[in-house]
C-alpha cells in the first residue's frame, strides 16, 4: 500500500487549523455565506491552489471551485469528478465540520500528483458556500446553486439584519436575475466524493477511524409563529392571558418528548424569538425553529404530521395562533451502490473493515445526488461531538480518511474506461 506523503498530511493538519481561526466573530469560529471571514479563507484556497496547479473560481453563490485537469488531458472534453464539502459553520462551531472535507479532498489531489496519478477524468475541489444555514435558515444554498436547483423563492429569504438574500447578492456585484439564470449543473459530471467527520458516536464505539455512508437521513425544518397578546405583567389575571411563549415553550417539550418516544426521530428547537421581550410584557408572539429528522420519508412525514396537528389544538386551547411554515423539506438520499465499492474496498484495504453508518446529518451530497452518483465516507471524531466548538478528529484518523478517499479515487479512476 503506498504511503502518505508527510509533507502534504502535515500541511492538512496546519491549514485545518488555519481556517479554524478563520472567523466573522471574535473569540469564536462562526463562517456563514458571503461573509468577508468566508472570502478570508478564499484567498487562503488562492494560493494553495496555485501551489498546486489548480485553477481557481468563486461561483455566483460564493462556492471555492479548484480544478484539476490532470497530465495527458488532450483538449477533449473529460469526465468531471467532484470532492467537495462546505466552508460555512454553524455559530461557536468545531473547525472540523465541512472544512475537514474541503481541506482533505485538496490533499487528495495533492497526494494523487505525488503519486504520479493521471486520472482520465478531471477533478474539480468544490468548497460549498452554505451548508449551514446559519444566516438564512435555509441549508444547501451553495449546492443548490451549484446543481442548479437554487429556487428563486429563496431569494427573498431574510437574515438575521433584515436583508433579503437576493440583497445580498446584489451587494456583492451579482444581480440576482444573472445568479439564476447562470446556474446549470456541470456538464460530464461522473460523481461526487465527500468526506466529513461523522458527528454521531457510532465509529468510536466500533472502535475505527472510517466508516462509509449508506444514506443520509430525511429532514425538515419549519418555523412555528405563535400569536397571542401582549398585556401588562402586573396587572392581566393569569387566567385571562393568551401568552405566546408560553404556548411555544408547551410546543417545546411536547416536540421533545414525541422525539424521545419515537424511535430513530430526532427533533430539535434551535431558536426562539420572544416579541417584544420585555420582562414586564406577556409575550404577544413567539417565534421556534423546528428541525426534524428520519432515516425512512414515511416515519419524517408523519411524525411531522402529528406534531403540527398536536401543536395546532394545544395552542388553539390557550387561544394561541399558529402560522406553521416549511423552510425545507428534503427526502433520505441513498449513496450510490457503485461509488461507495470504491470507498469500501479502500477503507477494507486501509483499515481491515468498513462500517457501514446511516448519517442523521445533512450534507450538501444530498443536493448534488440530484445531479451525480454521490458516495461519502466519515471520520471518527472524539465523544461524537459535533457544532460544538470542542470538535475533534485525531490526526491519525484524518490521514487514514485521506488515504481511503485517495485510494478509492485511483479504484474508480482504474474502473473507469
Ligand atoms: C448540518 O450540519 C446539519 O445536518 O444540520
Ligand atoms: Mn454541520
Ligand atoms: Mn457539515
Known amino acids: 500500500m503506498r504511503s502518505l506523503d508527510?509533507?502534504?498530511?502535515?500541511?492538512?493538519?496546519?491549514?485545518?487549523?488555519e481556517l479554524g481561526g478563520i472567523s466573522e466573530e471574535t473569540g469564536?469560529?462562526?463562517?456563514?455565506?458571503?461573509?468577508?471571514?468566508?472570502?478570508?479563507v478564499h484567498f487562503r484556497f488562492?494560493?494553495?491552489?496555485?501551489?498546486?496547479?489548480?485553477?481557481?473560481?468563486?461561483?455566483?453563490?460564493?462556492?471555492?471551485?479548484?480544478?484539476?485537469?490532470?497530465?495527458?488531458?488532450?483538449?477533449?472534453?473529460?469526465?468531471?469528478?467532484?470532492?467537495g464539502s462546505h466552508l460555512d459553520t454553524v455559530r461557536d462551531a468545531g473547525r472540523y465540520d465541512g472544512p475537514l472535507g474541503v481541506l482533505t479532498g485538496l490533499a487528495c489531489i495533492e497526494q494523487l500528483q505525488a503519486w504520479g496519478e493521471a486520472p482520465p477524468f478531471d477533478i474539480e475541489l468544490v468548497g460549498f458556500s452554505d451548508e449551514?444555514?446559519?444566516?438564512?435558515?435555509?441549508?444547501?444554498?451553495?449546492?443548490?446553486?451549484?446543481?442548479?436547483?437554487?429556487?428563486e423563492t429563496w431569494l427573498s429569504l431574510r437574515d438575521a439584519a433584515g436583508h433579503t438574500l437576493g440583497e445580498v447578492?446584489?451587494?456583492?456585484?451579482?444581480?440576482?436575475?444573472?445568479?439564476?439564470?447562470?446556474?446549470?449543473?456541470?456538464?460530464?459530471?461522473?460523481?461526487?466524493?465527500?468526506?466529513?467527520?461523522?458527528?454521531?458516536?457510532?465509529?468510536?464505539?466500533?472502535?475505527?477511524?472510517?466508516?462509509?455512508?449508506?444514506?443520509i437521513a430525511a429532514q425538515t425544518r419549519a418555523r412555528l409563529v405563535f400569536s397571542g397578546k401582549a398585556g401588562h405583567a402586573g396587572t392581566t389575571p393569569m387566567e385571562l392571558r393568551q401568552d405566546a411563549l408560553c404556548a411555544a415553550a408547551e410546543a417545546v417539550l411536547a416536540i421533545e418528548a414525541y422525539a424521545r418516544a419515537t424511535p430513530g426521530l430526532r427533533a430539535t428547537v434551535g431558536q426562539l424569538a420572544v416579541v417584544p421581550g420585555a420582562s414586564n410584557v406577556i409575550p404577544a408572539?413567539?417565534?421556534?425553529?423546528?428541525?426534524?429528522?428520519?432515516?425512512?420519508?414515511?416515519?419524517?412525514?408523519?411524525?411531522?404530521?402529528?406534531?403540527?396537528?398536536?401543536?395546532?389544538?394545544?395552542?388553539?386551547?390557550?387561544?394561541?395562533?399558529?402560522?406553521?411554515?416549511?423552510?425545507?423539506?428534503?427526502?433520505?438520499?441513498?449513496?450510490d451502490a457503485a461509488l461507495t465499492e470504491h470507498l469500501k474496498a479502500a477503507a477494507v484495504a486501509r483499515q481491515g473493515n468498513a462500517p457501514v453508518l446511516v448519517s442523521g446529518a445533512g450534507?450538501?451530497?444530498?443536493?448534488?445526488?440530484?445531479?451525480?452518483?454521490?458516495?461519502?465516507?466519515?471520520?471518527?471524531?472524539?465523544?461524537?461531538?459535533?457544532?460544538?466548538?470542542?470538535?475533534?478528529v485525531a490526526p491519525a484518523d484524518a490521514e487514514l480518511g485521506l488515504?481511503?478517499?485517495?485510494?478509492?479515487?485511483?479504484?474508480?479512476?482504474?474502473?473507469?474506461p
Open 46 to 83: 488562492a494560493e494553495w491552489a496555485e501551489d498546486a496547479g489548480l485553477s481557481f473560481t468563486i461561483d455566483a453563490a460564493d462556492n471555492l471551485r479548484l480544478r484539476w485537469t490532470a497530465p495527458a488531458a488532450d483538449g477533449v472534453t473529460r469526465p468531471l469528478l467532484v470532492i
Open 132 to 151: 449551514e444555514g446559519l444566516r438564512f435558515q435555509t441549508a444547501y444554498l451553495g449546492s443548490a446553486y451549484y446543481a442548479g436547483v437554487f429556487p
Open 403 to 416: 488515504a481511503v478517499l485517495a485510494d478509492a479515487v485511483c479504484r474508480y479512476a482504474a474502473s473507469t
Open 285 to 335: 408572539e413567539a417565534t421556534l425553529t423546528l428541525d426534524i429528522r428520519h432515516q425512512a420519508d414515511m416515519s419524517l412525514a408523519a411524525a411531522v404530521a402529528e406534531l403540527e396537528s398536536n401543536t395546532r389544538s394545544h395552542a388553539a386551547a390557550r387561544g394561541i395562533a399558529l402560522r406553521w411554515e416549511f423552510l425545507q423539506q428534503g427526502k433520505a438520499v441513498p449513496m
Open 28 to 40: 469564536r469560529l462562526t463562517r456563514s455565506f458571503f461573509s468577508d471571514a468566508m472570502t478570508q
Open 6 to 17: 508527510p509533507i502534504i498530511t502535515e500541511r492538512l493538519h496546519a491549514r485545518v487549523s
Open 169 to 215: 447578492l446584489a451587494s456583492r456585484g451579482r444581480s440576482a436575475a444573472e445568479v439564476l439564470a447562470a446556474q446549470r449543473a456541470p456538464e460530464n459530471l461522473c460523481g461526487y466524493l465527500e468526506l466529513h467527520i461523522e458527528q454521531g458516536p457510532q465509529l468510536e464505539a466500533d472502535a475505527c477511524a472510517v466508516g462509509v455512508v449508506s444514506a
Open 363 to 392: 450534507h450538501d451530497a444530498a443536493v448534488i445526488s440530484r445531479i451525480a452518483p454521490v458516495a461519502m465516507i466519515f471520520v471518527r471524531n472524539r465523544d461524537g461531538l459535533s457544532h460544538h466548538p470542542d470538535e475533534y
